[in-house]
């Protein structure tokens, strides 16, 4: 369960950009939140545009003179990483869903104790030689947790060296014994680390760069999206506006043309009536005449 609740807490934390732990954490107009960075990185590609689209909802956000750092800060998701980073870590060695807190970190076993588990690891005479620091001292810095694992064959020995060949890290003292044949390239540990995170840096610059650009390209697709929205309206306008215009001229000529149909009915009838009161005379006198 500890683990569990550490993991979700952990996903929240996570920027939904780099995937990484929230830097400098800053809020859109949408509430949505992102590392500073990663603003930078989108609003670069928008040319001089202020406005920043949001990569979740797609929302939009004035960025006050292209300037990132004018947005606001995230001040309570700042504040719960940071309490994050300093909590204690759980017992390694308690198998339990309910983890109790560590209390130790062994540098030779690199794992972190309980109460529990430490007093028994104490115990025992093969770990009496091991270096153990306390969790307070970890926290409050006075101390630091070793860089290097130490070796499974020299216990007393750092692996401070790496062999590209084989691919592992290796105390100097396994370096001489296992890896000095032809063909073994033996650096240096922190070189070979330098240069792999040099190598996931650049990895995650050429990532970020296409990430950038495929952003911009799905920001085009939403501009011609609004373009084809607007255009469907200005022709739906168009059209009811000449379906109106259309009816009302019918309207108008329909009223003409009854009006003349009424006119022209009245004065037929009038003379129909007229012929109509003239006819028993008529009768009278053709009869007189006969």
């Avoid at 620091?133 to 926290?139: G, R, T, Y």
């Avoid at 790496?162 to 014994?177: I, L, Q, T």
Wanted: hydrophobic residues 30%.
């Amino acid at each position: 369960m500890a683990d569990t609740l550490k993991n979700v807490i952990a996903q929240s934390l996570e920027c939904p950009v780099c995937l990484n732990t929230f830097t400098d954490p800053r809020i859109l107009s949408c509430s949505h939140t992102y590392c500073k960075a990663c603003l930078d990185n989108l609003l670069g590609c928008n040319g001089n545009d202020q406005m920043l689209r949001c990569p979740v909802c797609r929302a939009k956000t004035q960025v006050p003179n292209q300037d990132v750092s004018k947005l606001p800060t995230n001040l309570a998701l700042k504040s719960l990483i940071e309490d994050m980073q300093n909590r204690y870590q759980f017992c390694s060695n308690c198998n339990s869903e309910d983890r109790p807190q560590a209390v130790v970190y062994c540098q030779d076993c690199d794992r972190y104790f309980c109460i529990t588990c430490h007093n028994t690891h104490a115990q025992w005479p093969a770990f009496t030689s091991h270096e153990v620091l306390s969790m307070s001292e970890i926290v409050s810095g006075k101390v630091s947790v070793r860089r290097y694992r130490k070796c499974r064959k020299h216990r007393k020995e750092d692996e401070e060296c790496f062999c590209s060949n084989c691919r592992r890290f290796a105390c100097f003292k396994c370096v001489v014994m296992e890896h000095t044949n032809e063909g073994h390239r033996v650096i240096e540990a922190a070189v070979y680390e330098s240069s792999h995170v040099k190598s996931i840096e650049d990895l995650k610059s050429k990532a970020d760069k296409k990430r950038s650009c495929f952003q911009k390209y799905v920001d085009f697709i939403d501009e011609q999206k609004d373009r084809v929205s607007n255009v469907q309206k200005q022709c739906t306008d168009d059209i009811n506006k000449a379906y109106e215009d259309s009816v009302r001229q019918l309207t108008k000529e329909k009223e003409i043309l009854i009006g003349e149909v009424n006119g022209m009915t009245e004065g037929v009838e009038k003379e129909l009536d007229e012929m109509k009161k003239i006819g028993p005379g008529a009768h009278h006198l053709l009869d007189h005449h006969s």
